[in-house]
Structures are given as C-alpha cells and as structure tokens.
C-alpha cells in the first residue's frame, strides 16, 4: 500500500481529441529497432554496450506475500547473458516505492527506454494491483533508473494517475518509444483500465517527493477510436512508415452491443507528436517487427478467444499479421489459424 503523493507529478495534462496530434508529447523506445540511439534496443542498463534482459515475474511470492511480484535483470556481456550477473527487484527491494503486498502484481508490465537521456537504458515496471491509501487496485508504476553500476533500487522513482480510483489499475501495460523530438530522453506510455497517459523527462529541479517525469496527456481510449468502446489491455510500438520515429498500437477487445472482439488504435508518431490515425482489427496482444525486412515495422496481433460473427464463442484462436508501409500497418491483413496452410495442428 502506498499513500497518495498528491504532490507527485501534478504537472499540466490535456485531453487528447479524435484526430488530434499529441502536440507535445514526447519520446521513448522505438520499433526498428529504435530508440534515443540509432540500433539500440534501449536495453543496456549499465551502458556497456551488451543488452541486458528484464523479466517480470508478477506471480512471484515476496517477503511472504503471494503475487506480489518482482522482476529480475540478466545483464549481457561478450558471452551473452548468464546466471551469474543478475539482479532482483520487488518492493521489498531498498528504495523501491511501496511495500510488496499481496495481489500486487509487481512486473505485471514492464519495457526498457532511455527516459532521461544520459545513455543509461532504464526500467518501466507495471503495478497494476498496487493500492494507494485505502484505494484498492489503483495501481502504480516505478521507474528504475540505469547507471554505470545498473539498476538500483536508490535510484527509483513511482507514477500514479492523478485522481486513483478502486479498480482503475494503473500499469496494466507500459511501453516506451521515440515518439516525437521534444525531450533528449524516450517517452512513457502507460495503459489503465480505460485511459492511455504519457510521460516525459522533466529536467527542471524537482522537490523530493516528486518523480523528474511529467504527465504529457492522458485519453480516454474508448473516445479516440472510430466510434468503438475499446477495452485497452496492452501496447506495442513500431516504426511502422519508417520515418524514423515511433508509432503506438493499443490493442484491447470491444465492450458495447459486440463485446469481445479485438480491436487496435493506431497513434503514428512524428517529430512534434503522436497522431491518432485508425482503428485496426485484431487484439488484444500484439507485438512489432520488420518480418520482410522490407525497412518497415510489421504489426502481429493475437486473439486466442473471439466470438464469430454468430456471436458463439470461438475459441481456436488467430493471429493478425499488417505489414508496414509509407502509410502505417496495411489495411490489408492475413489471418492465420490453425486450419491455415502449412500451421502445424488443427483449431479447436
């Protein structure tokens, strides 16, 4: 449980519109690879030079308390990663905001960005079951910040949303990328039950209880999309035009009259903001990669569980594969089963 810091991150936010860009949003880890650092996959914590690997175990039992959650680092080296420079991080970690509790879900979500620019990859760690006050499921972030030495919990700082509600579980998904060019460092992208909140860097001096990141925008997600109340679960990132920024999907599933098909929002980014473009078809998971190696990110979606048109359950499953183009992920898609050509098994 952790008291409310009103304090914390009071900067100004506004609501983004239909259409509208992100007129100052900021920037974060990229799709192709990406990043503040061309090639980098903003995973090298320590800086020197080998990608690190962070894994959330949100299940995990800490200080007694079952899924509480933690996550663990697997720092690189010449001879790749091991089991013998490793690090371990939970709420029960010095430093780290909070205390590990029951159902909290540390790691349920996590990504990696350089946020403050200085060459040092840090962490995003989602906390979707945190507690804040007597505000149960609120949920909460905390960043993780590299150094020479790695992460530290020391060095770590906590997000919330700014009015927590029961429930709303801030962190269910985090993502980071380079969005536009306001900031030198990668911009956050936090997910909760209904809204999607970015933050930057924020250099200016900052009192002792305040996280150096400020609240760029917050939306309603159900509002931004074409006319379709998308339940939000997860994020991904991709340069899917290749101009050399990156590009934001959230992927959930339909609430209303056709509840329970995945649907994505497409924002494409570019050098003064994020710009909703379209809703895409396909959900809730989804992850990004130049499958053709064509130069342009290439957008995955998965659906394990989606009503067919009869609005029965199918339950075989089906991943979406969009690639990318001077105009974003393709509106043409190809669909793939386990009754398509070639896929080893049969749906069922």
């Given at each position: 449980?952790?008291?409310?810091?009103s304090a914390?991150?009071?900067?100004?936010s506004?609501?983004l519109l239909s259409?509208?860009a992100?007129a100052?949003a900021p920037s974060a880890?990229?799709?192709?690879p990406?990043?503040t650092?061309?090639?980098?996959?903003?995973?090298d914590?320590?800086?020197?030079?080998?990608?690190?690997?962070?894994?959330g175990a949100?299940?995990?039992?800490?200080?007694?308390?079952?899924g509480?959650?933690?996550?663990?680092v697997?720092?690189?080296?010449?001879?790749g990663?091991g089991?013998?420079?490793?690090?371990r991080?939970?709420q029960?970690t010095?430093?780290?905001a909070g205390?590990?509790?029951?159902?909290d879900?540390?790691?349920?979500?996590v990504?990696t960005?350089?946020l403050?620019?200085?060459?040092y990859d840090?962490?995003?760690?989602?906390?979707p079951g945190?507690?804040?006050?007597?505000?149960?499921?609120?949920?909460?972030?905390?960043?993780?910040w590299g150094?020479?030495?790695?992460?530290t919990?020391a060095?770590s700082?906590w997000?919330?949303?700014?009015e927590?509600?029961?429930?709303?579980?801030f962190?269910?998904g985090?993502?980071a990328?380079h969005f536009?060019?306001?900031?030198p460092?990668d911009?956050?992208a936090?997910?909760?039950?209904?809204?999607?909140?970015l933050?930057?860097?924020?250099s200016?001096p900052q009192?002792?209880?305040?996280?150096?990141l400020e609240r760029?925008?917050t939306?309603?997600l159900?509002k931004l999309a074409d006319?379709?109340d998308?339940?939000?679960m997860?994020?991904?990132?991709?340069?899917y035009?290749?101009n050399g920024?990156?590009?934001?999907v959230?992927s959930?599933v339909?609430a209303?009259?056709e509840?329970?098909?995945?649907?994505?929002s497409?924002?494409?980014g570019h050098a003064?903001?994020?710009?909703y473009?379209r809703?895409?078809?396909?959900?809730?998971v989804a992850?990004?990669?130049d499958i053709?190696?064509d130069?342009?990110?290439?957008?995955v979606?998965?659906e394990?569980?989606?009503?067919d048109d009869g609005g029965a359950s199918?339950t075989?499953?089906?991943?979406?594969v969009?690639?990318g183009?001077?105009?974003?992920p393709?509106s043409?898609v190809q669909?793939?089963?386990?009754?398509?050509?070639?896929?080893?098994?049969t749906a069922?």
């Amino acid at each position: 449980m952790r008291k409310n810091r009103s304090a914390a991150l009071a900067a100004a936010s506004f609501l983004l519109l239909s259409g509208a860009a992100i007129a100052t949003a900021p920037s974060a880890y990229a799709g192709t690879p990406g990043g503040t650092h061309a090639g980098d996959r903003n995973s090298d914590f320590n800086g020197d030079g080998y990608e690190d690997v962070l894994v959330g175990a949100p299940g995990a039992t800490v200080s007694g308390k079952k899924g509480a959650g933690l996550v663990t680092v697997q720092y690189g080296s010449s001879r790749g990663i091991g089991t013998t420079h490793v690090a371990r991080f939970s709420q029960s970690t010095s430093g780290v905001a909070g205390a590990a509790e029951t159902g909290d879900a540390f790691g349920k979500a996590v990504a990696t960005g350089d946020l403050d620019g200085d060459g040092y990859d840090d962490a995003v760690v989602g906390i979707p079951g945190e507690d804040i006050g007597t505000t149960a499921d609120a949920g909460g972030v905390a960043i993780l910040w590299g150094s020479k030495a790695g992460l530290t919990g020391a060095a770590s700082d906590w997000l919330e949303t700014q009015e927590p509600t029961a429930g709303e579980k801030f962190g269910t998904g985090v993502t980071a990328a380079h969005f536009t060019n306001d900031t030198p460092g990668d911009v956050i992208a936090v997910l909760d039950r209904d809204d999607l909140e970015l933050f930057a860097y924020d250099s200016a001096p900052q009192p002792a209880s305040k996280a150096p990141l400020e609240r760029r925008s917050t939306s309603r997600l159900s509002k931004l999309a074409d006319a379709r109340d998308i339940v939000p679960m997860s994020l991904t990132t991709g340069d899917y035009d290749n101009n050399g920024f990156a590009d934001l999907v959230v992927s959930g599933v339909t609430a209303g009259s056709e509840p329970g098909h995945g649907w994505s929002s497409y924002l494409s980014g570019h050098a003064d903001g994020l710009t909703y473009e379209r809703d895409l078809r396909g959900g809730p998971v989804a992850a990004s990669g130049d499958i053709n190696r064509d130069g342009y990110d290439d957008l995955v979606t998965g659906e394990p569980n989606s009503p067919d048109d009869g609005g029965a359950s199918m339950t075989g499953g089906l991943v979406g594969v969009r690639l990318g183009g001077p105009e974003g992920p393709s509106s043409d898609v190809q669909w793939w089963t386990q009754d398509s050509a070639g896929v080893p098994g049969t749906a069922e």
